[in-house]
Structure formats: C-alpha cells, structure tokens
C-alpha cells in the first residue's frame, strides 16, 4: 500500500521520528471498563508483532495500563519478534500507584516500564494524567516532575513528555518549561476543539505535539454504539453531531473513523496521532484511513456540525 506523504516525520525538536499515526496501547492491555471488549492475551502479543513489521512506527503505552499488562504483552510481542527494529519508538508514561506520585514513584515506574518492555532506555516518557494528582506535589522540589529531569540527565530516558487531558492543566504544567512532547487526548476532535489554544502554543515552542484518542474514546467510530465521549456520559449535542457527520461522511463516500483521523492529520501542528488498536487486522484499516483523501469542500461542511463551545470537555481555555 502506498504510504502517504510525510508519514515519517520529526517530532518537534526532539530528534526522534513518528510516524503519523502511532497504535496506542491501552486496548493491547485489554481494558474492558473503558473500550467494552476483552482482549486476550494471544491476540494481543500477535498485534505487537504485526505492528513491529507495519508501517506504523511508535506504540504509545503507559505504566498503569491494566496494571502493567499492556506493558508486558508489548515486551513479548518485541521478544517474539526478536528484538525492537532500529527505527521502532515505544513511548511509555509514569502512573501513581496506591495512590502514590512521588519522585521515587517515578523513578520506580521508569524502572518497572523498562523491565516489562526489555528496553534498557526508554526514548520518550511522559507524566501521566497530572491532573489527578494535583494533591502530590508533583512539580515540588523532589517530585516527579523533577526525578524526570534527572532520569533524563542520567540517559535513563531521552524527552519528556506530559500527557494528559484537562487543558487548564496542561498549561500549568507547561509553565515548567521541562517538557518536549505534549499529549492531549478527547479535545481536539471533529465534535470538541478545547486543545486549540494548547496546541498553539506547543507547536510555538518546538515542542512535539500529540493528538491522541482523536476517535473520543470510540463514539467518533461508531455513535451506535456506547453514548461516551473522553471516557465519560456524553452529551446529547456532541451525539447528535457525531450521527450527523457519520450522514456527511456517507455523502462523500468515506467513513466517520477516517474522518475522524484525517482531521488529526491534515493538522499542521500535529505530529502525530494516537488510537487504539486490539485487532492485527485493524492495521490495514487505519492505513487505509491515513492514505483517504478528502476534499476542502467536506471540511468546510464538518465546521458547520461542530457543537457549540459549551459542550466541548474543556470548554473555556485559558
């Protein structure tokens, strides 16, 4: 399958290459209260080693994913493959656990993800869901924020990321002046543009810019489905308007998922854009997807379904 242009690409200035879409690896281990299905084992180890040969070029996990399986099955599937590819990225974040997010929590997650995984340095790290843990102290001299900087000094890790979803949040945390990478998932999307402002400002800085869950956690690839948005109730009008697009994207002869990441893609301050995938046959799907084309036209009648601010998850930006 043709591959489509700039699928290869810099991430930020961090000196690493993506590829535009990267799997994520929450579904790899098997998260039944958040994606509805079980995944086993097997089928999950053989994801990863088809994955390793794809075009597809990073594998976004972290820590805490089914506590730590997610992890695990990555590092059997790279066992099985017979070691990581040269020009593979696995990016993994930090995660609390028992309610602990300190410093040496950190580092004991750093330890832990590199142990699962095989990998004797881990190239992209990012902190967690901050906005969780506010109560931790984590930007307080000695705490996580801090024990990344130092792993990253040791060679330990190379950038540091910050992944997480509230965007008040993420620009506090910006504020620190630390980070290389920043992740945001669930807002910025066909049906909620909270990220806007966000992104702005890290593509300003150099920084790598990651969409992630562009899909909303699975109603932007099937409204019939579950009524959630960004793990969550979602509400009637981003509903509505997913059914809606899902009719427009009929009357182009595409589909919502594709549309959902061509919008993620054919955004010039991201770099790359992360979903999940549970199936091996899913690969082709998305690769397909990544290689659609749609004309301005389309996108010009997708601005006119996009909800109102108030039903966007974040819906004032600072």
């Known amino acids: 399958m043709k591959q ?6 810099p991430l930020g200035s961090t000196g690493l290459t993506v590829s535009a879409v990267a799997a994520g690896g929450g579904p790899i281990g098997s998260m039944p209260e ?3 299905y079980d ?5 999950a180890v ?3 080693t088809k994955l390793l040969r794809s075009p597809v070029r990073v594998i976004d996990t972290s820590n805490g994913y089914s506590d ?3 992890e695990r099955r990555i590092g ?3 066992t099985r493959a017979g070691g990581l590819p040269a020009d593979y990225l696995i990016a993994t974040k930090t995660d609390a656990k028992d309610g602990d997010y300190s410093g040496e929590r950190v580092r004991r997650s750093v330890e832990e993800s590199m142990d699962r995984l095989g990998l004797n340095k881990l190239p992209l790290v990012y902190l967690h869901d901050p906005e969780f843990a ?3 102290g984590l930007d307080a001299p000695g705490g996580a924020v801090e024990v990344l900087v130092e792993l990253q000094r040791e060679g330990i890790i190379g950038a540091i990321g910050l992944a997480g979803g509230d965007v008040k949040v993420m620009h506090r945390f910006l504020d620190l002046g630390v980070f290389n990478v920043l992740l945001n998932h669930n807002r910025w999307t066909l049906v909620d543009r909270s990220a806007g402002a966000l992104f702005d400002r890290a593509s300003a800085a150099g920084m790598g810019v990651v969409n992630a869950a562009y899909l909303g956690g699975g109603l932007l690839a099937n409204p019939h489905g579950q009524r959630k948005y960004g793990y969550r109730p979602a509400k009637d009008a981003t509903v509505d308007a997913a059914f809606a697009l899902e009719a427009l994207c009929r009357e182009w002869g595409t589909d919502l998922a594709t549309a959902a990441l061509q919008f993620s893609l054919r955004d ?5 854009s992360v979903v999940g995938i549970s199936k091996p046959e899913r690969i082709d799907t998305l690769l397909a997807s990544a290689n659609a084309e749609l004309p301005e036209e389309f996108w010009v009648a997708v601005e006119d379904l996009v909800p109102e601010p108030s039903n966007w998850l974040d819906p004032v930006n600072p």
Not at 39 to 43: A, I, M, N, Y
Not at 268 to 272: A, D, E, F, G, N
Request: aromatic share 6%; no cysteine; proline share 6%.
């Open 268 to 272: 010039p301050r991201i770099h790359m």
């Open 39 to 43: 995944v086993p084992t097997e089928q």
């Open 4 to 9: 489509q242009t700039n699928w290869l690409r």
């Open 68 to 70: 730590g399986n997610s």
């Open 34 to 36: 958040i994606f509805g």
């Open 46 to 48: 053989d994801l990863v």
């Open 134 to 136: 506010l109560d931790q």
């Open 76 to 78: 059997q599937g790279i």
